[in-house]
Each structure stands twice: as structure tokens, then as C-alpha cells.
């Protein structure tokens, strides 16, 4: 069997808009075949979820989580096309796998399209100066600030956060793969984090 590498799954992922973990698997079923892993998504119907990101989503629900003996507490905001699939069990486990999700990695955006630009660009500034101070040469830099933006977003982006109960699996896989399995589109539309004793922003 050959190696399936993460050039392959990425260039499997961008054809189809499935999540990661669902392109390594179909790679490594064919041996590294991308046309016979892009059918076998198809059959799965995985490579349909990315198309139905831009329909309307008016229903889902709000769950809560409380952790740490009540000093945590989290309100999180999923929405759905459906008053069905709001009621569905693998839709309501989600929800509350987010919030726990939220509890424990303390996330302050859902995705990267959220953060200010201002803040980005401070972000990269910062990181630019560390890398210099470091060092290394301008040239190298951008490339460094690049791997260190990346890590930035798995921190503050809840989408781009490694699971907690998984760590081969980001959180945007487990979206990904729930829409392509209940076939509507999902969104995470918003969240709050409170914890005992925080100072007020």
C-alpha cells in the first residue's frame, strides 16, 4: 500500500469539500487512488456536504453546558434547515459536543473569517517581530509566520480546534461529516463562555 500523505488527502479535501479524516480513509481503502477515493465519497454522498453550505438554516437549537462543578458555563447556538433535523439525535449530540468543546478549549471565534482584521494583522506583526528578533532571515520569516498563523487559528477558531475527546479530528470535520450525513446545512451561529471570577470585557 502506498503512503498516503497529507498533499494527497488536501488535494481529495479540495475537490470535494469532505473532511479530513473521510478523504484519509477513502485514500487509504484504494491505495492512494484519487479517482477511486473521489467515487467512493460519492457513493457515501461525503462530497455533497460542501454544497449545501450556502442554504438557509432558520431552525436548530440552543444548548448549554455547565462544567467544573458550575464554575464553566457555556450557551451555544447551532442552526439547521429543519425543525426535523433540529430534532434529530446525531444533531442534538453535536450541539452539545460543541459546547463542550467551548468549555474546555475556550475558543474566542467560530471561524477565521471572524477575526478583526486589525487584530490578524497585529497578530502577524507580532509574530514577524518574534521570528526577526529570532534570527532568522526576513525571507524565512514569512514562511514561519505562516505555520505560526496556522496554529493561532487552531487556538482561537472554534471550527479549527483539534476535538477534545479526538485528536486526529478538527471540529470542523465533525461539521462537515454531519452534514453530509443528515444532508441539510448546519452552522454554528454563535456562542458565550462564562467562567466564575472573569473579569467583565
Do not use: W
Amino acid at each position: 500500500m502506498s503512503e498516503i500523505t497529507a498533499q494527497m488527502v488536501k488535494e481529495l479535501r479540495d475537490t470535494t469539500g469532505a473532511p479530513f479524516i473521510d478523504c484519509k480513509r477513502a485514500l487509504e481503502e484504494v491505495s492512494g487512488d484519487l479517482d477511486k477515493a473521489l467515487d467512493i465519497l460519492k457513493i457515501k454522498g461525503v462530497a455533497k456536504a460542501s454544497k449545501k453550505v450556502g442554504r438557509d438554516t432558520p431552525e436548530g437549537t440552543v444548548t448549554s453546558y455547565i462544567h467544573a462543578g458550575g464554575r464553566i458555563g457555556v450557551m451555544v447556538e447551532i442552526n439547521c434547515e429543519t425543525d426535523f433535523v433540529a430534532k434529530n439525535e446525531e444533531f442534538q449530540t453535536f450541539a452539545r459536543e460543541v459546547a463542550m468543546q467551548i468549555a474546555a478549549a475556550n475558543p474566542k471565534y467560530i471561524s477565521k473569517e471572524e477575526i478583526p482584521e486589525s487584530e490578524l494583522e497585529r497578530e502577524k506583526e507580532v509574530m514577524k517581530a518574534q521570528v526577526i528578533e529570532s534570527g532568522k532571515p526576513a525571507n524565512i520569516a514569512e514562511k514561519i509566520v505562516e505555520g505560526k498563523l496556522e496554529k493561532f487559528f487552531e487556538e482561537v477558531c472554534l471550527l479549527n480546534q483539534t476535538h477534545i475527546r479526538d485528536s486526529k479530528v478538527k471540529i470542523d470535520d465533525l461539521l462537515q461529516a454531519l452534514i453530509a450525513k443528515i444532508g441539510e446545512n448546519i452552522k454554528v451561529r454563535r456562542f458565550t463562555r462564562f467562567q466564575l471570577g472573569e473579569p467583565l470585557d
